[in-house]
Every structure is written in C-alpha cells, then in structure tokens.
C-alpha cells in the first residue's frame, strides 16, 4: 500500500497561506475526511497529496512497503477527479478510455469491457460530456 507524509508542509494562494506547518501521514486503505467552509483549501491540499500541485514550504513523500517513490514516478500511484476537471470533448467513451489507458495502465485484472461494465455504461456510444 502505498504511503503519503507530509512534514512541516505549507501552500500559499495569492499571498496567504492556506496550510501552514502542517504535518500529515494517510496509508491505504485508510479513509479520512476533509472537512472545512467553502474556499478553506480542501481541494488544494487534496491537489497536493496527488502532485498536481506542489508546496509552498515544508516536504512530502511517497512510499510503498517502505520504499521511497522517486517524483517522477509518483503519477504512476496517483490520480485525481474532481466534478471541475474537463474531459476531451472530441473522444468517444472508448477512446477516453483508451487515452487514460496509456498514461495509467488499468491494475490487475481490469480491462476496457470491465471498466464499462463497472461504470455501467454498457450499449453507450455517445462522447464524453
């Protein structure tokens, strides 16, 4: 499983700090829940443990079994969706599968027919929306 730290971690947005000194460790499976009024940092700090952003301050780590993940190959361990992320307009569902599949293969036994099967989109042929 893998293992995300961050240590003395700080972000700031347009000059103000969002999270500062802030000292977090989450391992899989494990579930947490981010909390906080609109515009607080959740989506950030969530950004941040995926690499989609980097921090202000401070140092995080990847690992699995206890060895480090180098940076360039945490996007190998990592994803994020958000309801604000766009997806190609121009791709049928199969082919934004197909794309997805070449940068993050599927684990284990997964395939494009039991990735349709999951999402229950079976008999679908429209582009993604």
Do not use: C
Not at 2 to 13: D, E, N, T, V, Y
Not at 45 to 53: P, R, T, Y
Not at 100 to 122: G, N, V, W, Y
């Amino acid at each position: 499983m893998i293992q995300i730290q961050l240590q003395a971690a700080g972000k700031k947005f347009q000059g103000q700090w969002i999270f500062r000194n802030l000292d977090l460790q989450v391992s899989g499976p494990e579930r947490i829940a981010i909390t906080g009024l609109n515009g607080s940092g959740k989506s950030t700090l969530l950004q941040v443990l995926s690499g989609f952003q980097s921090l202000n301050e401070g140092r995080i780590t990847y690992s699995e079994k206890g060895a480090l993940i180098r940076p360039e190959s945490w996007y190998t361990y990592l994803g994020y969706a958000a309801p604000y992320l766009d997806l190609p307009e121009e791709y049928n569902m199969h082919e934004l599968i197909s794309f997805h599949a070449a940068f993050k293969p599927f684990q284990h036994t997964l395939d494009e027919k039991s990735i349709i099967e999951i999402m229950e989109l079976e008999g679908s042929s429209r582009k993604a929306i």
